[in-house]
């Protein structure tokens, strides 16, 4: 009977351990999902306040939306969701569109500034990020988000003056949240 008994505590243990070393592999799997929510709901409700409410499609621009393959979404947000999708997956090309085309609707939003000039720099289109970033800068200068793209794009192209004159600007905006410690960090990278 003790036999049949030690099988059992060791049988308890073992699956105590096992949950524990699942729990702890897939942690930090959900832990980066719950991150990437948060920053999709900040930059949702930052376009929301740029943007006014739109009527929910009609059933004709569905039908000509399925006919023609070509989506007829003209609600901003849904097309923010859509490029940062595929800016999450890797589809900058795909995400360049979609900002510009919110850039081109008249959105006077800074960070669909940001988000176009870091997709286009993995684009491979440095310089012209440096444009869409600076233009963002001029719009609102009080983003620091903008200041930190901008920092790291210019470190990137090898513009040390510049990178360190806007990683500055963003450590001088507040050092104290996840932004101002990555300007931080790049900051002290820099040569």
Known sequence: MTRNTNFWILMVLFQVAFGLTVFAATRQYYVHDTQKATTREMMTEQASAAWPEREPDTGLEKLISTYSGQPINQDPLVTLSQADEFFSNGQYGKAAELYEQLLASGS???????????TLHYLGRSEEALL????????????????????????????????????TTAVQMGADNDVGQ????????LP
């Open 182 to 189: 990555s300007a931080m960090k790049m900051l002290d990278a």
């Open 108 to 118: 006077g939003n800074v960070n669909i500034y940001n988000s176009l000039g870091i």
């Open 132 to 167: 869409v970033l600076n233009e963002g800068v001029a719009l609102d200068s009080s983003y620091q988000r903008i200041w930190l793209t901008l920092g790291y794009v210019n470190s990137q192209l090898g513009n040390t003056a510049q990178a360190r004159t806007a990683l």
